[in-house]
């Protein structure tokens, strides 16, 4: 029962509060947003959104365009915990907490440490531009192109303590054409990954989701339901 009970806050709470990091442009970040706003995503809050680059395009889109807070916390060297609690400081600042919060990565260019993973452990998702287990890491489209791949795709997969290794909670596939270069792969994964972020995020909301070792599970709907 315990891996069944991961997500029954979620299933009480009325709204999940979400914290997005970021490092970039955040066009998934934009595209949660956007969801949200449109009332194709119900059930999820944007409390904040944190990027280590105070650069970041994504901090003034998210202030700017949505009036969502933002905070930048650059390194200034830091690496490891000694960086990561300065995020954990700054969730805790807007009530994104381990036992009903959720941080999603679109674009965090940090691995993150034990410590912060074992504190907010199963409540972390990235979305990576590859079907993992295959090509983790940087640059995985650029890899799919010289391995000659005939099918790549994107992954939303919770965040443990390896490197895009958490277990996968959605992946969306498309074919690699002949003329694919890493640029040309990229900007039709992307699409993908903005579609699938979404739709993992309402699967969460909706209470339609849990653990049972590294299998994540999609509950169906109910089929006596009138819907």
Known sequence: MADICLWINFLTALVIKV?????????????????IRSGKLKGVEVDVVISDNPE???????????????????????????????????????????????????????ILSPEFVNRYKMRIINIHPSLLPSFPGLHAQRKAVAYGVKVSGCTIHFIDEGVDSGPILLQKAITVLDSDSEETLSSRILIEEHKLYTK????????????????????????????
């Open 19 to 35: 914290a997005i990091l970021i490092s970039g442009r955040g066009s998934n970040m934009e595209a949660i947003l956007r969801s």
């Open 56 to 110: 970041s395009r994504g901090l003034a889109i998210a202030s700017d365009t949505f009036r969502v807070p933002t905070r930048a916390i650059p390194a200034k060297g830091l690496r490891g915990w000694d960086y990561d609690r300065k995020i954990v400081e700054a969730l805790e600042q807007y009530g994104i907490y381990p036992k009903d919060g959720l941080v999603c990565l679109a674009g965090f260019m940090r």
């Open 200 to 227: 993992a995020l309402k699967l969460i909301a909706q209470g339609k989701v849990y653990c049972k070792g590294r299998r994540v599970i999609l509950i169906k709907k109910n089929t006596t339901s009138s819907e």
